[in-house]
Every structure is written in structure tokens, then in C-alpha cells.
């Protein structure tokens, strides 16, 4: 288990699937991760797997295939029980003190409440998400030194 | 006789640029354009993909 850190990030299977589909807020959240390398996208394969299915079920197979395999890139893995909520599971397990999720009942004040004190981990709208983030303030707390910009291209 | 040559064939020296083995964000992005669904759509979707998970 990885120890907390804000430069991480776990991303619920609707985010990843709206990233892709949607664009708005996910894509805009999910850009700040792309084009920085010291930022760490954590996932699983129970994560992978529901966005997967979303995606070819309102994509089509191909879409949804080639997104697995891009995405794989991008993410740091881990390994949690099939039962556990996968975003939670992940967020714990993987450190990342930022969930992005649309679902409202991980966003709600009383799951907050719940999950203070178990989880140092804060389910986010990836609208506020992309509102708050300051990167220039995160790359001196996690890397130190002065912020450069960003480093990669989200496209890419 | 003839011993094998350690020369590589001249055809095999000039390799064919590959294209790139990956696919982009960018191409995701634009395959992805000519489906409409809204954030509504995807939070749905995958609420009943979990709950099919948990019946099975």
C-alpha cells in the first residue's frame, strides 16, 4: 500500500469513461494528470474493466479496446478484492489523496464524513477538481524547485 | 565450403518506418466524437454495469 500523496490520482469509472465520450470537466480534470509527469493516474483491472464496458457499451468495441490499451500507459496499478468499491479500493490502496467521481453519493457530505479518518483520500467533482488545481503550488510541495510548466502533451 | 555470411542482407539494412505503435489521445478523442452520450448517460451506464456485477 502506497502512503498518501496529492500527487496522486485515482479516477472513478465514469470520469474515465466521460474523459473519453463526454469531454467537459472529466477531460478538462483528467488533462492537468496527462500533462504532467510527476502527477500519477492509479488504477486496477476492476477500475479498467467497468470503464471499459461503459465505453463499449455507448462506444462501440474497437473504441473501447484501443482506450485499454492507451490508458494502460498512463496508469500505475494495484490490486484490490473484486468486492471493494473499485475507485475506493484504488484511492487507498494507491495513495491518492484525489478521487474524481460523478457519483454523487461518494460526493456527498455524508460519505465524506464517512470516509475521514479511514481514507486520507477526497472524492472531487472533476469540475472543482479542474477548478482548485494549482499546479504551480502541487510541483513545489511533491517536486520542489520552481514550477516549469507542463511537460507532456495531453494529446499524445 | 560455403560458411554462412555475417554480412546482414542489404534489403534488411533499409527498414521501413513503422508507424507509430500507439494510439494518441487525440485520436481517441476525435474517434470518439461521433458518439453523443451526456455525463448522465455514462454515470447510467455504468451504475447498471455494477449492478449487474453485483447480481451475478
Redesign the interface.
Known amino acids: 500500500m502506497r502512503s498518501p500523496s496529492p500527487a496522486r490520482v485515482a479516477a ?3 470520469v474515465l ?2 474523459d ?5 470537466p ?2 478538462a480534470a483528467l488533462d492537468h494528470v ?1 500533462e504532467h509527469s510527476w502527477l500519477t493516474l492509479v488504477a486496477s483491472d476492476h477500475l479498467l474493466d ?2 471499459e ?2 465505453i463499449r ?4 468495441a474497437d ?1 473501447a479496446r ?2 485499454r ?2 490508458i494502460e ?1 498512463e496508469c500505475e496499478f494495484v490490486d484490490h478484492p473484486a468486492e471493494d468499491h473499485p475507485a475506493l479500493a484504488v484511492a487507498y490502496r494507491g495513495g491518492a489523496m484525489h478521487l474524481l467521481t ?2 454523487e453519493s461518494l460526493l456527498s457530505a455524508s460519505a465524506g464524513a464517512a470516509l475521514r479518518g479511514r481514507v486520507e483520500t477526497s472524492p472531487r467533482h472533476p469540475r472543482a477538481f479542474d477548478t482548485l488545481f494549482d499546479a504551480a503550488s502541487l510541483y513545489r510541495e511533491v517536486v520542489g524547485g520552481d514550477y516549469p510548466g507542463p511537460d507532456r502533451d ?3 | 565450403m560455403r560458411m554462412p555470411s555475417r554480412d546482414t542482407p542489404r534489403g534488411r539494412l533499409f527498414v521501413r518506418a513503422r508507424p507509430h505503435p500507439f494510439v494518441t489521445w487525440a485520436d481517441l478523442f476525435e474517434r470518439a466524437e461521433c458518439y453523443d452520450p451526456t455525463e448522465a448517460d455514462v454515470i447510467d451506464a455504468v451504475r447498471r454495469h455494477r449492478a449487474a456485477d453485483d447480481d451475478a
Do not use: M, N
Open positions: 472513478d469509472a465514469d469513461a466521460a473519453l465520450l463526454v469531454g467537459g472529466s477531460r496527462r467497468d470503464a464496458a461503459v457499451e455507448l462506444g462501440d473504441l484501443d482506450w490499451t492507451r500507459r460523478l457519483d495531453p494529446r499524445d
